[in-house]
Structures are given as structure tokens and as C-alpha cells.
């Protein structure tokens, strides 16, 4: 019943820019915390966005502060990711879902996964 459809990939080159979205189903949207994910080839799947539940807090690891953004709509139940300044090295594919809590280990809410949408920077 949980439903996560991410869009807004494609090719960029590095310096460029691209904004992500996630439409989301099948849950309470506004009572928790989201997320975006994205996994590499040959690299494990990586947290690299979060936003509290009424957007407030946001979080971000080293390698992308300063050049992404999460925000959220939670009238229409849809998160956001804006990436500025690519760079190779975040080629891969991104995907939006649902995190237990802002604080702490976080840990998926559900066992769901959308399709995801692939990113992809090279000159």
C-alpha cells in the first residue's frame, strides 16, 4: 500500500543542477520523517538527505552539504531534493522513503522501495 515514485533524474554535467521529486502513498505523510537515499555501483545504499516531520530540521552528510536541499510539501505528500553543484561522484541512482525517527540511527520506517531515479554526471 506504501507507494514511493521518485522523478527528475538524467544526465548532467559536473556544476550543474537538478531537482528531485517523490510522490508519496499510502501512509500518513506528515507524521514522519523523510528521507532521500542513493546508491553507487559498487557502493552501498547511502543516506544523504533528511527533513523532520514539518520540515524545520534537515540533515546532510559531509559529502553533499551546501549543495543539496530537502524540503517537503506535506499537503500533497511529496519531498523534494534539490542538487546544486554535481559532481561525479554523485552519479547514482536516488531514491525517497520514510525514516523512524530525525534523531538517532536512521533506520527505514517501511520495507519499501520505489524504482528510484537515475542520476547521472560526466562531461
Known amino acids: 500500500q506504501v507507494q514511493l515514485v521518485e522523478s527528475g533524474g538524467g544526465l548532467v554535467r559536473p556544476g550543474g543542477s537538478l531537482r528531485l521529486s517523490c510522490v508519496t502513498s499510502?501512509?500518513?505523510?506528515?507524521?514522519?520523517?523523510m528521507a532521500w537515499h542513493r546508491q553507487a555501483p559498487g557502493m552501498e545504499r547511502e543516506l544523504v538527505a533528511t527533513?523532520?516531520?514539518?520540515?524545520?530540521?534537515?540533515k546532510y552528510p559531509d559529502s553533499v552539504k551546501g549543495r543539496f536541499t530537502i524540503s517537503r510539501d506535506n499537503d500533497n505528500s511529496m519531498v523534494y531534493l534539490q542538487m546544486n553543484n554535481l559532481k561525479t561522484e554523485d552519479t547514482a541512482v536516488y531514491y525517497c522513503?520514510?525514516?523512524?525517527?530525525?534523531?538517532?540511527?536512521?533506520?527505514?520506517?517501511?520495507?519499501?522501495w520505489g524504482q528510484g531515479t537515475q542520476v547521472t554526471v560526466s562531461s
Open positions: 522513503n520514510a525514516l523512524e525517527s530525525y534523531n538517532g540511527t536512521p533506520r527505514p520506517r517501511y520495507n519499501v
Open positions: 499510502g501512509f500518513s505523510f506528515s507524521s514522519v520523517v
Open positions: 527533513i523532520s516531520q514539518f520540515g524545520a530540521g534537515t
